[in-house]
Protein backbone atom coordinates (compact mmCIF):
# COMPACT_ATOMS: atom_id res chain seq x y z
CA UNK A 1 0.00 0.00 0.00
CA UNK A 2 1.28 3.52 -0.75
CA UNK A 3 1.21 5.88 1.99
CA UNK A 4 1.24 9.62 1.38
CA UNK A 5 4.61 10.95 1.66
CA UNK A 6 6.61 12.95 -0.19
CA UNK A 7 7.32 11.34 -3.64
CA UNK A 8 10.54 9.20 -4.15
CA UNK A 9 13.57 11.92 -5.32
CA UNK A 10 11.61 15.03 -4.05
CA UNK A 11 13.70 16.76 -1.48
CA UNK A 12 10.09 16.61 0.72
CA UNK A 13 9.55 18.81 3.35
CA UNK A 14 13.15 19.73 3.91
CA UNK A 15 14.24 20.18 0.60
CA UNK A 16 16.26 22.57 -0.68
CA UNK A 17 15.20 25.07 -3.30
CA UNK A 18 17.25 23.58 -6.01
CA UNK A 19 19.89 24.91 -7.36
CA UNK A 20 18.50 27.97 -9.41
CA UNK A 21 15.99 28.95 -6.85
CA UNK A 22 15.79 32.66 -6.81
CA UNK A 23 17.45 34.10 -3.97
CA UNK A 24 15.48 34.55 -1.07
CA UNK A 25 12.63 31.73 -2.28
CA UNK A 26 10.76 29.79 0.40
CA UNK A 27 12.37 26.91 0.58
CA UNK A 28 9.87 25.06 2.70
CA UNK A 29 6.71 23.33 1.12
CA UNK A 30 4.20 25.64 0.20
CA UNK A 31 1.74 23.56 -1.74
CA UNK A 32 0.45 20.30 -1.79
CA UNK A 33 0.33 18.15 -4.99
CA UNK A 34 -2.05 15.58 -4.96
CA UNK A 35 -3.11 12.56 -7.37
CA UNK A 36 -3.85 8.93 -8.92
CA UNK A 37 -0.62 6.97 -8.83
CA UNK A 38 2.46 8.59 -9.70
CA UNK A 39 0.87 11.66 -10.97
CA UNK A 40 2.46 14.07 -7.76
CA UNK A 41 5.74 12.32 -8.43
CA UNK A 42 6.29 13.01 -11.70
CA UNK A 43 4.74 16.26 -11.78
CA UNK A 44 7.00 17.33 -8.58
CA UNK A 45 10.29 16.45 -10.50
CA UNK A 46 9.40 17.98 -13.89
CA UNK A 47 8.82 21.03 -12.24
CA UNK A 48 11.91 20.44 -10.28
CA UNK A 49 14.27 19.97 -13.66
CA UNK A 50 12.61 22.78 -15.03
CA UNK A 51 12.54 25.32 -12.63
CA UNK A 52 14.62 24.46 -9.77
CA UNK A 53 12.51 24.75 -6.44
CA UNK A 54 11.00 21.63 -6.36
CA UNK A 55 11.17 21.70 -2.26
CA UNK A 56 8.34 23.95 -2.49
CA UNK A 57 6.01 21.19 -3.92
CA UNK A 58 5.20 17.62 -1.15
CA UNK A 59 3.16 15.30 -2.75
CA UNK A 60 0.94 12.31 -2.37
CA UNK A 61 -0.89 9.44 -3.75
CA UNK A 62 -4.06 8.04 -3.20
CA UNK A 63 -2.93 4.85 -4.59
CA UNK A 64 -4.03 2.08 -1.71
CA UNK A 65 -6.22 4.73 0.47
CA UNK A 66 -9.74 4.62 1.14
CA UNK A 67 -11.46 8.50 0.79
CA UNK A 68 -11.51 8.55 4.52
CA UNK A 69 -7.63 7.78 4.44
CA UNK A 70 -7.20 10.43 1.55
CA UNK A 71 -8.57 13.02 3.89
CA UNK A 72 -6.44 12.00 7.15
CA UNK A 73 -3.40 12.28 5.05
CA UNK A 74 -3.88 15.18 3.34
CA UNK A 75 -5.18 16.93 6.96
CA UNK A 76 -1.89 15.38 8.26
CA UNK A 77 0.24 16.79 5.42
CA UNK A 78 -0.90 20.11 5.51
CA UNK A 79 -0.68 20.01 8.98
CA UNK A 80 3.04 19.14 9.08
CA UNK A 81 4.29 21.26 6.54
CA UNK A 82 1.94 24.46 6.58
CA UNK A 83 0.69 24.18 3.12
CA UNK A 84 -2.06 26.63 2.13
CA UNK A 85 -2.48 25.54 -1.28
CA UNK A 86 -3.60 22.10 -3.06
CA UNK A 87 -3.06 20.98 -6.44
CA UNK A 88 -4.79 18.14 -7.71
CA UNK A 89 -5.27 16.02 -10.93
CA UNK A 90 -8.61 15.17 -11.60
CA UNK A 91 -12.01 17.47 -11.02
CA UNK A 92 -13.52 14.23 -10.36
CA UNK A 93 -11.16 12.16 -8.42
CA UNK A 94 -11.22 11.44 -5.20
CA UNK A 95 -7.89 13.66 -3.78
CA UNK A 96 -10.14 16.22 -4.95
CA UNK A 97 -13.11 15.31 -2.88
CA UNK A 98 -10.86 15.08 0.08
CA UNK A 99 -9.33 18.42 -0.89
CA UNK A 100 -12.78 19.79 -1.03
CA UNK A 101 -13.42 18.58 2.57
CA UNK A 102 -10.35 20.00 3.70
CA UNK A 103 -11.36 23.37 2.24
CA UNK A 104 -14.51 23.26 3.75
CA UNK A 105 -12.79 22.93 7.17
CA UNK A 106 -10.98 25.73 6.60
CA UNK A 107 -11.31 27.85 3.76
CA UNK A 108 -8.42 29.74 3.96
CA UNK A 109 -7.04 26.82 2.30
CA UNK A 110 -7.26 26.69 -1.53
CA UNK A 111 -8.21 24.02 -3.99
CA UNK A 112 -6.48 23.90 -8.04
CA UNK A 113 -8.10 20.91 -9.52
CA UNK A 114 -6.57 19.59 -12.87
CA UNK A 115 -3.12 20.63 -12.00
CA UNK A 116 -0.45 20.23 -14.54
CA UNK A 117 2.81 20.98 -15.79
CA UNK A 118 2.51 24.75 -16.31
CA UNK A 119 0.21 25.17 -13.33
CA UNK A 120 2.86 23.85 -10.94
CA UNK A 121 5.83 25.79 -12.80
CA UNK A 122 3.59 29.48 -12.95
CA UNK A 123 2.86 28.41 -9.31
CA UNK A 124 7.09 28.55 -8.74
CA UNK A 125 7.16 31.18 -9.95
CA UNK A 126 4.89 33.38 -8.18
CA UNK A 127 5.21 31.89 -4.88
CA UNK A 128 6.28 35.74 -3.74
CA UNK A 129 2.52 36.81 -3.90
CA UNK A 130 -0.11 35.61 -1.41
CA UNK A 131 -0.59 31.32 -2.05
CA UNK A 132 -4.37 32.53 -3.29
CA UNK A 133 -3.25 35.17 -5.64
CA UNK A 134 -0.47 32.60 -6.82
CA UNK A 135 -2.99 29.95 -7.13
CA UNK A 136 -5.26 32.15 -9.05
CA UNK A 137 -2.09 33.06 -11.41
CA UNK A 138 -1.20 29.60 -12.01
CA UNK A 139 -4.68 27.75 -12.48
CA UNK A 140 -5.06 30.59 -15.34
CA UNK A 141 -1.92 29.55 -16.69
CA UNK A 142 -2.55 26.28 -16.41
CA UNK A 143 -5.86 26.45 -18.40
CA UNK A 144 -3.98 28.51 -21.08
CA UNK A 145 -1.78 26.24 -21.49
CA UNK A 146 -3.79 23.50 -22.77
CA UNK A 147 -3.69 23.64 -26.75
CA UNK A 148 -4.27 21.64 -29.97
CA UNK A 149 -2.55 21.67 -33.64
CA UNK A 150 -2.82 19.85 -36.57
CA UNK A 151 -5.54 16.89 -36.70
CA UNK A 152 -6.56 18.06 -40.24
CA UNK A 153 -7.49 15.39 -42.14
CA UNK A 154 -7.45 12.67 -39.27
CA UNK A 155 -11.05 12.06 -39.71
CA UNK A 156 -14.23 13.23 -37.93
CA UNK A 157 -16.49 12.18 -35.97
CA UNK B 1 -31.93 -2.15 -19.79
CA UNK B 2 -30.57 -4.08 -16.37
CA UNK B 3 -28.24 -1.92 -14.26
CA UNK B 4 -24.76 -2.74 -16.03
CA UNK B 5 -23.13 -3.03 -12.71
CA UNK B 6 -23.21 -2.98 -8.58
CA UNK B 7 -20.33 -2.20 -6.93
CA UNK B 8 -18.75 -1.41 -4.10
CA UNK B 9 -16.41 1.32 -3.34
CA UNK B 10 -15.41 3.34 -0.40
CA UNK B 11 -14.32 6.26 -2.40
CA UNK B 12 -17.86 6.54 -3.85
CA UNK B 13 -17.63 8.50 -7.39
CA UNK B 14 -14.27 8.95 -8.25
CA UNK B 15 -12.34 8.55 -11.28
CA UNK B 16 -12.53 4.90 -11.91
CA UNK B 17 -16.41 4.94 -11.40
CA UNK B 18 -16.96 7.82 -13.67
CA UNK B 19 -13.95 7.63 -16.12
CA UNK B 20 -12.73 4.32 -15.73
CA UNK B 21 -16.22 2.33 -15.97
CA UNK B 22 -18.09 4.83 -17.33
CA UNK B 23 -16.97 5.78 -20.33
CA UNK B 24 -17.09 2.21 -21.30
CA UNK B 25 -20.08 1.16 -20.45
CA UNK B 26 -21.60 4.38 -21.64
CA UNK B 27 -22.91 4.99 -17.94
CA UNK B 28 -25.87 7.25 -18.00
CA UNK B 29 -26.74 7.39 -14.71
CA UNK B 30 -25.13 6.30 -11.21
CA UNK B 31 -27.24 5.35 -8.31
CA UNK B 32 -25.26 6.20 -4.81
CA UNK B 33 -26.73 4.40 -1.97
CA UNK B 34 -25.64 6.05 0.82
CA UNK B 35 -27.60 6.59 4.12
CA UNK B 36 -25.48 9.68 5.62
CA UNK B 37 -24.77 11.10 1.59
CA UNK B 38 -28.84 10.84 1.00
CA UNK B 39 -29.48 12.85 4.03
CA UNK B 40 -26.56 15.92 3.23
CA UNK B 41 -26.70 18.35 0.53
CA UNK B 42 -23.46 19.64 0.70
CA UNK B 43 -22.27 15.70 0.69
CA UNK B 44 -24.82 15.64 -2.45
CA UNK B 45 -23.15 18.57 -4.28
CA UNK B 46 -19.68 17.19 -3.47
CA UNK B 47 -20.30 14.38 -5.12
CA UNK B 48 -22.42 15.57 -8.28
CA UNK B 49 -19.32 17.51 -9.06
CA UNK B 50 -17.74 14.55 -10.17
CA UNK B 51 -20.07 13.51 -12.53
CA UNK B 52 -19.59 14.54 -16.04
CA UNK B 53 -22.92 16.60 -17.99
CA UNK B 54 -25.05 13.88 -19.05
CA UNK B 55 -24.59 11.55 -16.50
CA UNK B 56 -27.31 11.90 -14.00
CA UNK B 57 -26.39 10.67 -10.41
CA UNK B 58 -29.28 10.23 -7.90
CA UNK B 59 -28.51 9.69 -4.39
CA UNK B 60 -30.68 7.35 -2.26
CA UNK B 61 -30.69 6.17 1.02
CA UNK B 62 -30.92 1.96 1.21
CA UNK B 63 -35.17 2.03 1.56
CA UNK B 64 -35.42 4.53 -1.18
CA UNK B 65 -33.11 2.74 -3.70
CA UNK B 66 -34.53 -0.55 -2.91
CA UNK B 67 -38.09 1.26 -3.45
CA UNK B 68 -37.07 2.78 -6.43
CA UNK B 69 -35.03 0.32 -8.41
CA UNK B 70 -37.61 -1.12 -10.44
CA UNK B 71 -37.83 2.17 -11.89
CA UNK B 72 -33.34 2.55 -12.18
CA UNK B 73 -33.88 -0.43 -13.90
CA UNK B 74 -36.41 0.42 -15.92
CA UNK B 75 -34.23 3.54 -17.26
CA UNK B 76 -33.15 2.67 -20.98
CA UNK B 77 -29.93 4.33 -20.40
CA UNK B 78 -26.87 1.88 -18.65
CA UNK B 79 -26.46 2.75 -15.07
CA UNK B 80 -24.43 1.85 -12.00
CA UNK B 81 -25.51 1.11 -8.42
CA UNK B 82 -23.03 2.43 -6.24
CA UNK B 83 -22.30 1.97 -2.27
CA UNK B 84 -19.52 2.40 -0.07
CA UNK B 85 -19.17 -0.39 1.64
CA UNK B 86 -20.33 -3.86 1.93
CA UNK B 87 -22.48 -3.86 4.86
CA UNK B 88 -24.85 -1.26 2.65
CA UNK B 89 -24.82 -3.53 -0.25
CA UNK B 90 -25.95 -6.16 1.68
CA UNK B 91 -28.85 -4.23 2.76
CA UNK B 92 -29.40 -3.51 -0.48
CA UNK B 93 -29.66 -6.60 -1.97
CA UNK B 94 -31.69 -7.90 0.84
CA UNK B 95 -34.48 -5.99 -0.29
CA UNK B 96 -33.91 -6.16 -4.30
CA UNK B 97 -34.01 -10.12 -4.86
CA UNK B 98 -33.26 -9.05 -8.20
CA UNK B 99 -29.34 -8.08 -7.39
CA UNK B 100 -27.12 -10.84 -9.07
CA UNK B 101 -23.96 -9.50 -9.21
CA UNK B 102 -21.55 -7.19 -7.08
CA UNK B 103 -18.30 -5.84 -7.93
CA UNK B 104 -15.81 -5.30 -5.23
CA UNK B 105 -13.94 -2.08 -6.54
CA UNK B 106 -12.32 -0.43 -3.33
CA UNK B 107 -12.25 -1.65 -0.25
CA UNK B 108 -9.13 -0.14 1.43
CA UNK B 109 -6.90 -0.31 4.73
CA UNK B 110 -8.94 0.42 7.63
CA UNK B 111 -7.48 -1.09 11.18
CA UNK B 112 -8.74 -4.41 11.94
CA UNK B 113 -8.38 -5.23 8.08
CA UNK B 114 -6.28 -7.61 6.31
CA UNK B 115 -5.31 -6.96 2.63
CA UNK B 116 -6.57 -9.45 0.47
CA UNK B 117 -5.72 -7.56 -3.34
CA UNK B 118 -4.24 -4.35 -3.60
CA UNK B 119 -7.79 -2.56 -3.64
CA UNK B 120 -9.53 -5.30 -1.17
CA UNK B 121 -8.95 -5.58 2.39
CA UNK B 122 -11.47 -6.63 4.90
CA UNK B 123 -12.52 -7.98 8.68
CA UNK B 124 -13.68 -11.28 9.46
CA UNK B 125 -17.18 -9.90 9.09
CA UNK B 126 -16.95 -8.73 6.07
CA UNK B 127 -15.49 -12.02 4.96
CA UNK B 128 -18.79 -13.33 6.07
CA UNK B 129 -20.78 -11.28 4.77
CA UNK B 130 -19.54 -11.50 1.28
CA UNK B 131 -19.56 -14.92 1.75
CA UNK B 132 -23.38 -14.80 2.56
CA UNK B 133 -24.18 -12.99 -0.36
CA UNK B 134 -22.16 -15.51 -2.54
CA UNK B 135 -25.04 -17.82 -0.65
CA UNK B 136 -27.75 -16.09 -1.69
CA UNK B 137 -26.73 -16.98 -5.67
CA UNK B 138 -25.13 -13.47 -6.22
CA UNK B 139 -21.73 -13.55 -8.16
CA UNK B 140 -19.46 -11.41 -6.14
CA UNK B 141 -16.12 -10.86 -7.91
CA UNK B 142 -13.19 -8.21 -7.51
CA UNK B 143 -11.96 -5.82 -10.28
CA UNK B 144 -11.24 -2.07 -9.64
CA UNK B 145 -11.23 -1.22 -14.00
CA UNK B 146 -12.54 -3.04 -16.57
CA UNK B 147 -9.42 -3.60 -17.74
CA UNK B 148 -8.64 -5.91 -14.98
CA UNK B 149 -9.05 -9.31 -14.94
CA UNK B 150 -11.83 -10.21 -12.77
CA UNK B 151 -11.04 -12.22 -9.48
CA UNK B 152 -13.75 -14.63 -8.19
CA UNK B 153 -14.81 -14.04 -4.34
CA UNK B 154 -12.66 -17.36 -3.87
CA UNK B 155 -9.54 -16.11 -5.47
CA UNK B 156 -9.91 -12.69 -3.69
CA UNK B 157 -10.35 -14.37 -0.42
CA UNK B 158 -7.18 -16.75 -1.10
CA UNK B 159 -5.84 -13.34 -0.98
CA UNK B 160 -3.81 -13.16 -4.83
CA UNK B 161 -2.49 -9.92 -3.84
CA UNK B 162 -1.24 -7.94 -6.40
CA UNK B 163 -3.76 -8.81 -8.82
Redesign the interface.
Given at each position: ?SSPSAPEGDPGPSGDAGESGEPGAPDRPLAIVAG?GAFAEGLISAAAQIGGRGGIFVGMSNT???????ADAMRDLVDRTGASVIFTD?????C??AA??LV?ERPALTLITGANLATLLDYTFHAHLSPAAAARHAAEKGRDSLLLFGGEGGGAD | MPIELYRIDDRLIHGQVVVGWGQPLDIGFIVLVDDEVAGSDWEQELYRMGVPPGMDVFFATVEAAAREHGRYAADPRPGIVLTGDIETMTRLAERVPGIRSVNLGGIHHRPGRTQRLRFVFLTADEEQALRALARRGIVVTAQDVPAARPLSLDDTLDGKVGA
Open positions: MHGLGASEILPAGSTIRRR | -
